[in-house]
């Protein structure tokens, strides 16, 4: 694999974007260095390396560096290496032993390996590795392949005591330019002091490699342009306050591997800024589009998935859990602070401030205070399965919500399970919708703005009302009450789905479907497909259970609810 793959990818959104109709503003521009073109020079390999300085870390005594050529400088004192590299050659520098207080600092303005072969390296002055430019030839638009070899080990200390007021130093791993790992080896990162990994450009990750990052002072991986991982596994573990696990000021992306993210700190305010608290956290664009993800937050005020921008699900696997309390509160305002609910932070699973599209893959979204998916524009899903719990809104969109297929399970416990506040369209799909009695629907559009709820297709399952005043092309029809805990099954022409009612919810049962379903109760759920965590079985065969009467839904003429 050419890690050029990685530009290639930003660059082909960035297009299909810009002729798709975004704002100059929305687009994701990667800076890099214009020689980065495909070719032997891309591979991360770290053969294609014109030397190779080997550095070797010892325990008990001081460091020794071999393979140095004309154009390398090294100062050692005692396991601090650092290395100048004034010349042109594409270097491999190979690492190895154990450094209990030490350090390896890189000045280049090129291309260059680090291979961690086996390698200790703890410095309780500052970062572990730290990659600068040169002061004529800047680090930035340089890549470094990290290739991972057995089992390595990096941490920083709890105070940076050694950077000079002239350069940056932000992480246990650092570097000016981008950072690429790769190889079959695993890598440990243990931050005290700042963040794990962070890039100034951008942070990648190839198949084979490990890569696990515990932070208790600062984000786990920041890449300022971007993260993407197109493969390998990695693990990442933030305890600190305000922090995140991914963090970008532009894109995140997921192209395959398995990523695991796991952030237990509480959003805080520090001198009167508010610190938030998010598995991961983009700025411009969060694209998920192969592979396996899953985010917790058990944290005041935390998000899952956090993103200014727009949200795209084209495929893969995505778990999100949040489990902690709101920051603040609607009616109380911020720890405080007087009553200043500007300060509020919902706990929200994805919360996204641009549009979400749902087209592909699994999304499984819980948060127990408040929304489990919310878009402060429009939510758009049109293949794929997602389901959302909450206490609040399970969908909650600022706009226009619709659904034209795909697989829809919105479980709220205490709120609507589909929440518009704009018009709502359902146009296709098999769609399951659970809310809260009366003031609260399952299915909810902003009749009070001007706006409606049209039913036009797909198959919906609905346990509680729809909104007031829906135009129902296709026709609904209800049944005035259903038993809790149960199997039904659903069959709308020669399509049986099998569904799991929940232990409490609005008193109707509401369906609807091309054709006018049959609904029973009580069925055995013979064999299907499990889907939407288990809620549903699709292509079931069901036998048993008691025909449901039905009558035909009206759906009013009135407004929604009572707000």
Known sequence: MIVNRFLLRVLVCCAVLLFAGCHKDDIVTVVSDPSDTAGSDDETQDTTSSRT??????????????????????????????VRNNGSEKVLYVLKGTANDGYLKIYSGRKQTIRLDNVSIANSRGAAINIQGLSDTPNKGKRTDVVLVGSSMLADGSSYTLTPSNEDEKAALFSEGQIVFSGTGSLTVNATGKSGITSDEYVGFLDGCIVNVNSSSGHGVRGKD?????????????????????????????????????VTGNTVVVSGDTNRVAGIKADKLFEMNDGSL???????????????????????????TVTGSNFGSSGGGWPGGGGNNNRSVGAKGIKFDGNLYFNGGTVYASASKHEAIESKGTVTISGGEVYAYSSDDAVNSASTMTITGGYVCAHSTGNDGLDANGNCYIQGGFIYVIGKNS????????????FRLYVQGGTIVAIGSLENGAQLTQSCYQSSSWNKNVWYSITVGDVVHAFKTPSSGGTKLVVSGSSQPEVKSGVTVNSGTDILNGMVKKDAECTGGNTVSLSQYSSGGGGGGWW
Not at 229 to 257: E, M, P, Q, W, Y
Not at 295 to 315: A, E, L, M, P, Q
Request: glycine share 18%; net charge negative.
């Open 53 to 82: 300085v080997t550095v070797t870390f010892s325990a008990n005594s001081s460091a020794t560096v071999t393979g140095n050529g004309s154009n390398q400088t090294v100062s050692i004192n005692g396991n601090d290496v650092v």
């Open 226 to 262: 971007y993260i993407l991982v197109n493969g390998g596994t990695i693990d990442v573990h933030v305890s600190a306050n305000g922090k995140k696990g991914f963090s970008s000021d532009s894109l995140v992306r997921f192209n395959g591997g398995v990523t695991n993210i796991s």
């Open 294 to 320: 899953t985010v917790s937050s058990s944290g005041t005020g935390g998000k899952g998935i956090s993103c200014d921008g727009d949200g795209y699900f084209n495929g893969g696997t995505v778990q999100v």
């Open 439 to 450: 003031p609260e629907m399952a299915i909810d559009a902003n009749t009070e703005g001007g």
